[in-house]
């Protein structure tokens, strides 16, 4: 069975910090993809990125960042200057490739004071 | 290009009651999946359509059904709603193909009183 652990309920920081949420997912397949999710308080779910588990590369885009390593079933996501509108839920899901549901972590509520 | 649409935004219902909440998916995509959220459990997973077929069941009662028109449409249905079936229910839709990510809608959030 897969699961996602996001062992960080809450964070807090003021504005213009840096700011790593953690994720440790398990998985049995080779193949399988992570997600993360932004949930604003309209409720809507915002892509952020998707990952393969053959692509270790980390990646920026803007202000975030992601660090996958495979080796400690990590996907972690860095949030550099933080700003208030990033003030949201942050979800990270596995998907593996024999289906098609996701599964997601507890969430990490993030609040970002300015 | 419209993201995926779901109706009603809200609804409120009494104990034993149906509903029925409907999706819009992103022109273009096949598969639709279905989502439940509450603070107590989280996400879970509910069901996910493919060309007018249940391709993927979560663990939830026979209450929760779904089914997706030919035009990709999809509903959930509820049966005999209970209180701990309130939640925000998200629709999310895809291509169906190698995993090429999922876009949500703004979800149906369900009062059951």
């Known amino acids: 069975a897969q699961k996602v652990t996001q062992a960080q309920t809450e964070i807090s920081v003021v504005e213009k910090e840096d700011v790593t949420l953690d994720c440790v997912y398990e998985?049995?397949?080779?193949?399988?993809?992570l997600f993360w999710y932004k949930q604003p308080p309209s409720g809507e779910l915002v892509f952020l990125i998707r990952r393969n588990s053959f692509d270790e590369q980390n990646e920026i885009s803007g202000r975030y960042s992601w660090n996958f390593q495979k080796s400690t079933s990590s996907f972690n996501f860095t949030i550099t200057a933080s700003q208030v509108v990033d003030s949201a839920v942050y979800f990270c899901?596995?998907?593996?490739?024999?289906?098609?549901?996701?599964?997601f972590g507890e969430g990490t509520q993030l609040t970002v004071n300015p | 290009k419209a993201g995926v649409t779901q109706t009603p935004r809200y609804l409120i219902k009494t104990r034993g009651q149906q509903v029925t909440l409907s999706c819009s998916p992103i022109s273009g995509h096949r598969s639709v999946s279905w989502y439940q959220q509450t603070p107590g459990q989280g996400l879970q997973f509910l069901f996910e359509y493919f060309s007018e077929t249940q391709r993927n069941k979560g663990n939830f009662p026979g209450r929760f059904s779904g089914r997706q028109f030919s035009n990709s449409r999809s509903e959930m249905n509820v049966s005999t709603l209970e209180l701990g079936d309130s939640a925000l229910y998200l629709c999310?839709?895809?291509?169906?193909?190698?995993?090429?990510?999922?876009?949500f809608g703004s979800g149906t959030r369900l009062t059951v009183v």
């Open positions: 999310a839709s895809s291509l169906g193909v190698l995993q090429t990510g999922y876009t």
């Open positions: 899901a596995l998907s593996e490739t024999s289906g098609s549901r996701l599964t």
């Open positions: 998985t049995r397949d080779t193949t399988y993809y």
